[in-house]
């Protein structure tokens, strides 16, 4: 049996039980206490410690030894894994499950060079691989070769997270606020870029970076496209569905997600992004 796993960054929510798929969640340390991404913190409480103390949680990397343990799980009745981790360049989650999987027989491990469900369309299409009779090795060598494919991209709502996390300046805060700018974060080769910077209300932000995605990365493979956002408005995560719908009809699915507690950590509430795998 060849199995398909990935860690909590690949914000698959229910399209985990429904695969069956074998998670390895990341550490989240908030108010002094230890957690486990998706298994005893959500999103939800992350927003309620912002609000009362404005203070942000830590995220971690899980341990060499926590990932030959789960390995060693997973593979213990002669089973394959292929392992999808976030980006090496965002964590070191990545060189830890390689150094785990040294150690154990029948890993093959993959640097997605994405985050959330970039990572989860990868995950999405081994199990297709998988289910169409390839092997470990064949799923393996087919997903890393589909990684540059991946379109990840997001545009935040409040830039305060970005600013509590050190990853903008008080200024830029407090200029994106007043003047309404909303940003868009692209993942490009493994790391977190800015991209355009969309000003108003956003809604019409939104329309203009779903517009402009699907204009830039026009090749994509149809056959899903997530919505995963940070608890966004629910009006306009419907309103962004129904663009997609009009300006690709093709998508044969549709998936709406929310983020995880360690990517809401970083990029706050409200965030909204479309990913896809492209083509071209």
Known sequence: MIIISTD????????????????????????????????????????????????????????????????????????????????????????NAVAAANNVSNVHVVDSRSLSTGIGLLVLKAIDLRNEGLSAQEIFDKITALVPCVHASFVVDTMEYLHKGGRCSGVAAFFAKRFRIHPQIIVKDGKMVVGQKFTGKMRSCLERYVIATL????KPDTTRIFITHSYADEEDVEYVKNLIRGFCPDFKEIIETHASSTITSHCGKGTLGILYINEA
């Open 8 to 95: 909590s960054t690949a914000d698959l929510e229910h399209l985990i039980k429904e695969n069956n798929i074998p998670v390895m969640p990341l550490a989240v340390m908030l108010e002094g206490n230890e957690y486990y991404d998706g298994v005893n913190i959500d999103a939800q409480k992350i927003f309620e410690s912002y609000e009362a103390s404005h203070s942000l949680p830590k995220t971690a990397a899980r341990a060499v030894s926590d990932y030959e343990e789960f390995f060693t799980n997973l593979t213990k009745d002669g089973n394959e894994v292929v392992h999808i981790s976030i980006s090496s360049d965002l964590s070191v989650s990545y060189n």
């Open 215 to 218: 204009k830039a990365y026009n």
